[in-house]
């Protein structure tokens, strides 16, 4: 097997904190799970890392492999970031809508951006295409039962072991590839708990959604990147099984999403508005949920991949 290049650091990283958060004095108490202090700033460092070591100890993967994947944004980020430590070359296929913030990311970390018009669909195709012709890695996020693994195996038991009380009640997330909520829950539902999967779904409130793409038999809001541009295989099958019986999907605003993703803002959180998504749809649940239950949520990146996002419109207004 070759060896992995000297100043490779991922296999150091530390858990990221959980922490409990009440929005205001009278709010529910909900676990934060703190993914934007991953080394990229997301929790897809978590799967990029998972998928990349897994197919370097298979063989698949060498010094100079070229890496592909149909990504938004924050997927593409940690894949550069893990082929930059690897010594691979990464080329991510993205929607022409993405914001240029992440584009710029991915070409830090030495990344090639392609850009293709139309929605996931089409982009994914796009990298499929790609890595049918050229034998590139494709890392396959939303159908590789590797990226929910990843949290099945790591995220989950760190959440247990950072608990108080190793128990929890349910586990909220946004569907983006769905693997953060099917490997959470897998993971703490085969530690022992009886825990209610909860999919926070993002909408426009009352606007039409003529002009939103629907994936997985959800209508996606386009204000809350990251939750709303994939067609979630992963998601789409395990909904379907006994796993996902007591699945319960709710939907937060837009409004409301930008709204709470402001106000973490200035409690010292620098979240994108899927943190907004996640805390709104755990909040709620617990509204109808028994006193004191354990509610635990994501938040997935940080917030400066949205500078030219339209949560920042009013800051990006004043003088």
């Known amino acids: 097997m070759n060896p992995l290049p000297a100043h490779r650091y991922l296999h150091r990283i530390a858990p990221t904190p959980l922490v409990p958060l009440a929005l205001t004095p009278d709010a529910p108490l909900i676990w934060c799970k703190l993914e934007f202090m991953n080394p990229s700033g997301s929790t897809k460092d978590r799967i990029a890392?998972?998928?990349?070591?897994?197919?370097?100890?298979?063989?698949?993967?060498?010094?100079?492999?070229?890496?592909?994947?149909?990504?938004?944004?924050?997927?593409?980020?940690?894949?550069?970031?893990?082929?930059?430590?690897?010594?691979?070359?990464?080329?991510a296929y993205i929607p022409d809508t993405a914001t240029n913030e992440r584009s710029l990311m991915i070409q830090a970390y030495g990344g090639e951006v392609r850009k293709v018009s139309g929605g996931m669909p089409e982009v994914i195709r796009a990298a499929h295409d790609f890595s049918l012709e050229t034998d590139a890695f494709l890392t396959r996020q939303f159908e590789n039962e590797?990226?929910?693994?990843?949290?099945?195996?790591?995220?989950?038991?760190?959440?247990?072991?950072?608990?108080?009380?190793?128990?929890?009640?349910?586990?909220?997330?946004?569907i983006g590839t769905g693997g953060s909520l099917v490997g959470l829950h897998r993971g703490f539902t085969k530690a022992g708990c009886d825990v209610q999967p909860i999919a926070a779904i993002p909408c426009a409130g009352s606007s039409a959604f003529a002009s939103n793409i629907e994936c997985c038999s959800l209508q996606?809001?386009?204000?809350?990147?990251?939750?709303?541009?994939?067609?979630?295989?992963?998601?789409?099958?395990?909904?379907?099984?006994?796993?996902?019986k007591h699945l319960k999907e709710l939907r937060v605003s837009d409004e409301r999403c930008m709204e709470i993703t402001q106000q973490l803002w200035r409690m010292g959180f620098?979240?994108?508005?899927?943190?907004?998504?996640?805390?709104?749809?755990?909040?709620?649940?617990?509204?109808?949920?028994?006193?004191?239950?354990?509610?635990?949520?994501?938040?997935?990146?940080?917030?400066?991949?949205?500078?030219?996002?339209?949560?920042?419109?009013?800051?990006?207004?004043?003088?």
Not at 50 to 61: F, P
Not at 283 to 311: C, G, N, Q
């Open 49 to 91: 890392r998972y998928i990349l070591e897994k197919a370097w100890r298979t063989g698949r993967l060498q010094p100079g492999s070229v890496v592909v994947e149909a990504s938004s944004g924050s997927t593409s980020i940690a894949l550069a970031l893990c082929c930059a430590q690897m010594g691979m070359k990464f080329i």
């Open 220 to 244: 996606f809001s386009r204000d809350v990147p990251g939750v709303i541009d994939g067609c979630s295989h992963l998601y789409a099958t395990w909904k379907n099984t006994t796993e996902a």
């Open 146 to 174: 590797d990226n929910s693994e990843a949290h099945e195996l790591g995220t989950a038991h760190e959440i247990l072991s950072q608990l108080p009380q190793p128990h929890i009640d349910a586990v909220v997330s946004g």
């Open 270 to 319: 620098p979240v994108g508005p899927s943190s907004g998504l996640n805390l709104g749809a755990a909040l709620l649940h617990a509204r109808e949920a028994a006193p004191h239950a354990v509610i635990v949520t994501v938040f997935p990146d940080r917030m400066e991949r949205y500078f030219s996002h339209k949560v920042f419109e009013a800051i990006a207004a004043q003088p």
